[in-house]
């Protein structure tokens, strides 16, 4: 089955400065790569998504890049903020009908 | 609000106990998934049911059980309780699969004492 790799587990970054979080997969057939973020106490929320078809997907501050080729996808978050601090989690999934297999979470840390 | 609904909040129990943990898709989805998420863990596959029929099975005990009724709703029931079970659990849903994106609810969190 899909495996997804994440990296780093924790990112301590000033604010201001930019984030990177990367994930590898393992199912070339994945097809869709979503971004969840999680505070605390909260539920796991959409943040970005991208789709095998494209690239670079881009949303204000934040931005996800995708090579198809290498199997890993990126996400960036520019002028980083205090309330950007969160858990971060990548997937993957290879099936419209299937299930999202998930990377183990980066905790990001921004500090004022 | 999510839209996905999922009762009870928090949930203690003793060992050897059985829960029910209730969940309410977003209105027109028709997959439901269920994760466990324990300390420092990441987001861990039980089980998907769409439109009432069980999609995929993951790492789920047999100790525990679950099902997705005709109004879509889902209830997950953990039995014979372990201190190990204590965790978050998370219903999520989707219009159909996991390539429409998911909502997550807010989750119950169990603890086992």
């Known amino acids: 089955g899909e495996n997804v790799e994440q990296h780093p587990s924790t990112l301590s970054v000033q604010e201001g400065d930019s984030a990177v979080i990367k994930c590898t997969y393992s199912d070339s057939a994945s097809n869709y790569f979503p971004w969840y973020k999680q505070e605390l106490g909260k539920g796991p929320q959409l943040i970005i998504d991208?789709?095998?078809?494209?690239g670079e997907k881009k949303d204000q501050r934040i931005a996800v890049t995708l090579n198809k080729t290498a199997k890993h996808f990126s996400l960036h978050i520019t002028e980083t903020q205090p309330e950007d601090s969160a858990v971060y989690f990548c997937?993957?999934?290879?099936?419209?009908?299937?299930?999202?297999?998930f990377g183990q979470g980066t905790i990001l840390t921004v500090h004022p | 609000d999510s839209g996905v609904t999922q009762t009870p909040k928090h949930l203690i129990t003793a060992t050897g106990q059985r829960v029910t943990l209730r969940c309410s898709p977003r209105?027109?989805?028709?997959?439901v998934y269920w994760y466990q998420q324990s300390l420092d863990q990441g987001l861990q596959f039980l089980i998907q049911y769409y439109n009432g029929e069980e999609r995929a099975k993951g790492n789920i005990l047999e100790r525990f059980s679950a099902q997705q009724f005709p109004d879509l709703h889902s209830e997950l029931n953990l039995s014979s309780l372990e201190l190990g079970d204590s965790a978050l659990y998370f219903c999520a849903s989707s219009p159909r699969g996991a390539n429409y994106g998911y909502t997550f609810g807010s989750g119950t969190r169990l603890t086992v004492v």
């Open positions: 209105s027109g989805d028709l997959s």
């Open positions: 997937a993957a999934s290879s099936t419209s009908y299937g299930k999202l297999t």
């Open positions: 991208i789709r095998s078809n494209v």
